[in-house]
């Protein structure tokens, strides 16, 4: 059996990270990586002690639920911390240096969170699905990685899931004695 890549690895580990996601809008997830370690996990949703978006705590998600705004308008009234940011914020608050660390995530940072990720001086980004930017906002993006040497790049491939069904036994999962 092949084992899956390094990038694949942790792009699920972000996935799983989005599924913690209360944001009523796309759900993120990031993984930090520090040589090779994950030392950081994050995903979008309101700020610690906060009500919840799902709990009516984020007027701008409320709004949007109830088609009052479109989608990516009133980015500025967002009450939610971005996933990037809560993995960075976390690696913070126990102590742990970035410097040259490797940020998976499922959608591509937007400009604010690419500034915090330049900040921490890391190496790389990758994400899966891409952030829908305006030319204004796509050429900074770029300024920004260019400038600062912070590779930001797709995931081309990611791993098919593994489904494990019910006929499925513990021999399974071992290697062969041959």
Do not use: W
């Amino acid at each position: 059996m092949d084992r899956i890549s390094r990038d694949d690895y942790y792009m699920e580990m972000a996935k799983v990270a989005a599924q913690r996601a209360d944001c009523q809008g796309t759900k993120v997830g990031a993984v930090v990586i520090v040589e090779d370690r994950i030392v950081s996990t994050g995903y979008n949703g309101a700020p610690d002690g906060v009500t919840n978006c799902s709990d009516g705590g984020c007027p701008r998600c409320a709004a949007r639920a109830g088609g009052e705004i479109k989608s990516g308008a009133d980015l500025d009234k967002c009450l939610c911390v971005h996933a990037e940011e809560n993995a960075i914020l976390s690696s913070a608050r126990h102590g742990m240096a970035l410097r040259g660390c490797v940020i998976y995530t499922t959608v591509q940072p937007c400009l604010g969170c690419l500034r915090q990720i330049i900040q921490v001086q890391a190496q790389k980004v990758i994400f899966v699905d891409s952030f829908p930017m305006d030319d204004l906002t796509k050429k900074a993006y770029a300024r920004l990685c260019d400038e600062s040497k912070v590779v930001v790049e797709q995931l081309k491939t990611t791993a098919p899931p593994t489904t494990v069904t019910a006929e499925d036994t513990l021999e399974a999962f071992q290697p062969s004695s041959d």
